[in-house]
């Protein structure tokens, strides 16, 4: 494993979103265009998850994701971000809930 200085880390600007709505992309097998309200934005984010989550799983949670990346083009559609998820050895992926009380918008670290 690679060690990075914590610096590294405090460039990546990690908030709340919640998810208003969550859509599968045609002609893809993975792909599902997340609208995410982060309080003072609403972005589109492109997650590679409908393997294993339908956009139903997904809409109306909270959770977390990376807001400075640069924007990357996905079946035509610009994401605007990316969801942080866990996944395991075998390759099953975990969505990591945000508690209600956590206002979206919120700065994680």
């Known amino acids: 494993m690679e060690l990075y200085d914590v ?4 460039k990546f600007d990690l908030r709340v979103g919640l998810i208003k709505k969550a859509e599968r992309l045609k002609r893809t097998k993975k ?3 997340l609208e995410v309200d982060f309080g003072s934005e609403q972005r589109t984010i ?3 998850l409908a393997d294993q989550y339908s956009p139903e799983d997904l809409e109306g ?3 977390i994701f990376v807001l400075n990346l640069k924007p990357k083009k996905l079946s035509g ?4 971000g990316m969801l942080i ?6 390759g099953k992926v975990y969505l990591l809930p945000v508690p209600d009380e956590v206002p979206i ?3 994680v670290w």
């Open 85 to 90: 998820v866990a996944e395991s050895e075998d």
């Open 61 to 63: 949670k909270k959770l």
């Open 77 to 80: 559609i610009e994401s605007q």
């Open 105 to 107: 918008g919120t700065k």
């Open 31 to 33: 792909l599902i265009k």
């Open 7 to 10: 610096n590294e880390f405090w």
């Open 46 to 48: 492109i997650t590679g």
